[in-house]
């Protein structure tokens, strides 16, 4: 999901948009008990001040309980010296999200999560119906809402479908578009 958001974002002239990945707080013993995937080692690990270089961002989540993962909010946690100067206020930001079924999180993820950006007074872009059809959707299962392109990845098996990753890669667009026209 992360990679097609990344590629609708850079589909948009003069936009380069970059993956970074929040630090893992969890043992690797535990990572392994709850059998969870290896992290990409392609994509590095962003630290909180390199928030301040960017125009604009989409946040992913993975869903736990229904709400994001502790890793996310730790990493929030870690931005309080920036929240002191509002030094991200006006910039904005969308959500996307992964789940693991129809009741663990879909739009509470996001919706939990947008009290991270409003905090920092961020401009929550939501994705609304923008995606047209893909968002009515009804023969197959597709994650994802008004909030924000989502997946579902069941006990973590399951990959996106062709219709979540065109949900991201227009989510990815939209909301670089939006940054491209919100820049000073």
């Given at each position: 999901m992360a990679r097609e958001i990344q590629r609708g974002a850079?589909?948009?002239?003069?936009?380069?948009?970059?993956?970074?990945?929040?630090?893992?707080?969890?043992?690797?013993?535990?990572?392994?008990?709850m059998k969870a995937p290896e992290k990409a080692d392609d994509v590095a690990e962003i630290r909180p001040e390199q928030l301040l270089e960017a125009d604009?961002?989409?946040?992913?989540?993975p869903s736990r309980f229904g709400v994001m993962a502790a890793q996310?909010?730790?990493f929030f946690d870690a931005t309080g010296g920036i929240w002191a100067?509002?030094?991200?206020?006006?910039?904005?930001?969308?959500?996307?999200?992964?789940?693991?079924?129809?009741g663990g999180g879909q739009e509470l993820t996001a919706l939990t999560a947008i009290t991270q950006l409003a905090h920092h007074g961020m401009?929550?872009?939501?994705?609304?119906?923008?995606f047209g059809s893909g968002m009515y959707e009804m023969e197959q299962v597709k994650g994802g809402s008004p909030y924000g392109?989502?997946?579902?990845a069941?006990?973590?098996?399951?990959?996106?479908?062709?219709?979540e990753l065109d949900q991201a890669f227009h989510q990815g667009k939209y909301v670089a578009q939006i940054t491209k026209k919100l820049k000073i």
């Open positions: 850079n589909s948009v002239p003069d936009v380069e948009a970059t993956l970074w990945q929040i630090p893992e707080t969890l043992p690797s013993r535990i990572l392994e008990k604009g961002f989409i946040f992913g989540f996310c909010k730790a100067t509002q030094a991200l206020a006006g910039k904005p930001a969308g959500i996307f999200w992964s789940t693991g079924f129809h401009i929550y872009v939501p994705l609304g119906y923008t392109a989502g997946t579902y069941a006990d973590g098996s399951r990959q996106p479908t062709q219709l």
